[in-house]
């Protein structure tokens, strides 16, 4: 989760570093205190857009640091696959430099591409605002939200469907891509022909060209070899008073006419003629190889044609001479399905058709589970609503047939009706944007269970709401943040009043500037700030009584209904 959030220089913030717990985080604060600029930030900080605008003029740059706490062993391993390691146990850093026209995104010190950054935050935290809310208008997402409901009840069925379409869709690609006239049937038929060939004739052999290079190397360069072995023979051979071979015999002689006044002197000598024989042996063998040269001109020429030809082959047909030979084995394939062209035309479409015919039948299965899951998940939703204040809403979900795709041929439409009387309508011609991210919250409640993500965060989510139904919405939050983390900004007491832990943002204005700062409030501030979201600017001993009694009846509900 989310242990503490650094900021500095950016809008109304100078510098603030604050610490969250477990449990639901409420940010409360007056209406341009830069309360948004908090989820800004961390938007940004996880690979949101940057601008330099966000900078304070005042300031070179500006900076967001993120200190998250990771237990469980799945994100750990997730993570991992993106090459990220905590540096302590189960600490991840991720933090956003803007400075200039540079923006620097890093995980625990590491220079990170945004997109990059974006993956991995997705599984330490789950942001919850107005695009979020829009999200649940899109038909693709509604079916998500449906499979990721059902579970292991539909798993199975969408792998052997996604198995199902991927080979359904190469059998279709393949049939559109191999149809073909007589006239283009011929012409393919006859550059195939030539190009097996040309192949062919070269008679390739694997290897083949690594051991022509050195041969041509070799013999490119026949006059500077004989010149330097010759000379190495001469200067190693005993044909010359100057030469290794003559030098190091006489200097064996040297040594032993003195041998027998020193034993260390007889040591010596027999490690010299250790080394005038091996220098024999070397001297031997390189005239050997000298004996044994041969450059004609013929042999450079045919082995300078013959390297001609295969490096043109390769040129032409792939890197190597085994990526050749591979194509001319799939050449040769393609050849014999032209040569029988009207009955491979049949086969195709015969296992196309039994393809579609398998996939249209696991597509059926899922659609039937599918329908089953949606009975429950419509019940659950309805449910949820109750909860949140929809007292005579309905809701369900309609099924309309798609073209295939890897996940069936389904799309799915919620269906509601918010007034008695109504009939069901889809969800984005009924509803407002509070009603929209109200339904959003009774979904995530539903998934509050089985989601593995530490933290939310809530923007927006009281929007167009107050009294009763904003305290079902609290509510609903409490349940959700119970084993978790939530941070909500809000500006409705009833939310406020339900805060595990609760924060006030002020805004400090001078000559100067206006600065942003934030605090955690003990119980006492926390009264005071609920009495100032309930009664204005005045704070009474009535607004603080009020402020009281709500927030005790939240910590009743918790108590409660929670645990």
Known sequence: MLRNLHIKNLALIREIDVDFAEGLNILTGETGAGKSIIIDSITMALGGKASRSLVREDAPFGLVELLFEVSDPETLA????????????????????????????RINGETRPAAEIRECASLLLDIHGQSEHQKLLRSEHQLDLLDAYGRDALLSLKKEVAEKYKKYAALRKKMGSEELSEEERLRRMSFLEF???????????????????????????????????????ELTGYDNPDSAGETIGRASGLLDD??????????????????????????RDLAEYLGDLSFADEEFAEC??????????????????????????????ELAGLEDYEEGRKKLRMEYEKAE???????????????KTADAFSEEVH??????????????????????????????????????????????KVVSGGELSRIMLGIKTMFAEGDKTDTLIFDEVDTGISGRTAQRVAEKMAVIAHGRQVICITHLPQIAAMADTHYGITKDVTDSAAITRIEALDEQESIEELARLIGGAEITSNTQNSAREMRDMCKKYKTEHIG
């Open 357 to 371: 015919e398998s996939l249209s039948e696991a597509c059926d299965r899922l659609t039937c589970a599918r329908k």
């Open 195 to 233: 190009e097996i060939n040309e192949i062919e004739e070269a008679d390739l052999q694997p290897g083949e060209d690594e051991e022509l290079e050195k041969r041509y190397r070799k013999l490119a360069n026949a006059r500077k070899i004989v010149v330097a072995a010759g000379n190495a023979h």
């Open 78 to 105: 997730a993570l991992e696959q993106y090459g990220v390691i905590p540096e302590e146990e189960g600490v991840i850093y991720i933090s956003r430099r803007i400075q200039g026209n540079r923006s620097i995104c």
């Open 304 to 333: 300078e044609e013959r390297l001609n030809t295969v490096n043109h082959l390769k040129a032409k047909y792939g890197r190597t001479i085994d990526i050749v030979l591979s194509l001319l084995a799939s050449k040769k394939e």
């Open 258 to 283: 003195v041998s027998e006044y020193d034993e260390q002197i007889g040591e010596l000598r027999d490690r010299l003629s250790e080394i005038e024989d091996l220098l024999n042996d070397f001297n």
């Open 383 to 428: 449910r949820q609503l109750l909860d949140l204040n929809f007292a005579r809403a309905d809701f369900d979900m309609a099924f309309h047939e798609v073209p295939y795709s890897e996940k069936g041929r389904d799309m799915v439409e919620y269906m509601i009706a918010t007034n008695p009387g109504e009939s069901l309508r889809p969800l984005g």
